[in-house]
């Protein structure tokens, strides 16, 4: 089984190569109703009520959809538009074919970005959107803050359930959640019941009750199935941190890339189109271990990516990172076993450097319960071995217990990034998410 993050200097190589992209400037303009959603260990979160535009209508008592972002990123990956004062810089070309839904449609003549964003083909799908941003992401007014020491665990247990609590408040009903990588990672922590046991030391544990909740009741943790984009369980590659870069991993804190974007301009979203498209076109001569990194760098597939997208997706999306995050992928990576933060349990302060999962450590591991979901699910995948491999996006969906309403896909053409907002996507993997969503029946 495989798997996303390869180590600390990949995610700094990540942060310093993405920001060299684009702008920082908030985007806005699509004037969502902002909630601040409090999660249990003192978080505070940002939930946006998605509408297209200030004037339109919110899709109120529609089958509400929850969407997370995945890591360095924020909810702008799915609410693709034009920023408010940047028409100029801005100018899709819609294809001359476009598909159905997306015929005559007044929100997107009047902004074409649109046509790439998934809160937008929802909305038009008549469902009621919700965009949610974990601690440490987003831009203001969406920004969530919270606690310093958040790993992985942290988001599946206190934010997911935070935001799954407000959406069932606030509408009556079930959401549908759907995670971009990271974002799915969470959902399958959430959906194995886990929570910390109350002890003197952080301990996760799988609380039955909860797992018979989340998979298949009607309590305010209750969803009605999920989307996941491209969702790994365990990190890709044969790389992992040794000696000193474990310890750079140790201390609480929060890599922010945002004040890079911002610093660097809109300038050079072309310049980095260029950069890929010829990484691209030698890929066949470029050694293998190197053009392994650089796929793992940028995740994405040029000639399936509109360049003011990619330039939208680095000023606007790009984000930030927590170490301890960046740290439990990197266990799950050494020992090939998504489990929780590896100095987590008695005395697991003291573990400096990470060592084999054993009975002793006493660790939850995600990988070897992943039955414990049951959940109708649809996994989608990218065709592309970059930062995520489709061989373990699919370990995901064999794993799991299989539902009658579940369905696995490889888009073909995609890579990790483009597999939500790329050229293919409204053609592609829009309509077959609608499709599923609407096979599911509204709450």
Known sequence: MKGIV?????ILLVVALTAGFSGFAFANGADPENYRVPTKDGADLALEHYRPEPTAAFNEGAQPVLIMPGMLANSNTFDIRTPAGKEAVYKVKLPANLPAWAHDDPFIERDPMKFYSLAYYLYDQGLDVWLANYRGQGRSPSRSYGRGDAAIDTFGIYDVEAFVSKVRELTGKRPIYMGHSMGSTMIYI??????????????????????????????????KGIVDLDGPVVPVFNMYPRGITWLALLPAFYLDIRPVIQFVGDGVGPVGMTLLRLMAALKMIIPKPIYDWISVIYSVNPANIDSNVMTYTAGYVGDGVHSHAVAQYAYSLRFNN????????YLGWQRIMPVAPNTKDGLYSYSENMGKISLPSLVIADATYDITDPKDIEWFYNAKTRNSADKFKV????????????LRAPFETFPLIGEWVESLGSD
């Open 6 to 10: 390869r180590t600390s200097v990949v």
């Open 338 to 345: 998504l489990r929780e933060y590896y100095r987590d349990g």
């Open 411 to 422: 888009m073909p053409g995609t890579a990790h990034l483009d597999v939500v907002n790329g």
């Open 190 to 223: 959430y959906l194995q019941g886990a929570k910390y046991a109350p002890l003197k030391y952080r301990k996760v544990v799988s609380d039955p009750a909860l797992v018979t909740e989340r998979n298949a009741g009607t309590g305010p943790g209750a969803i």
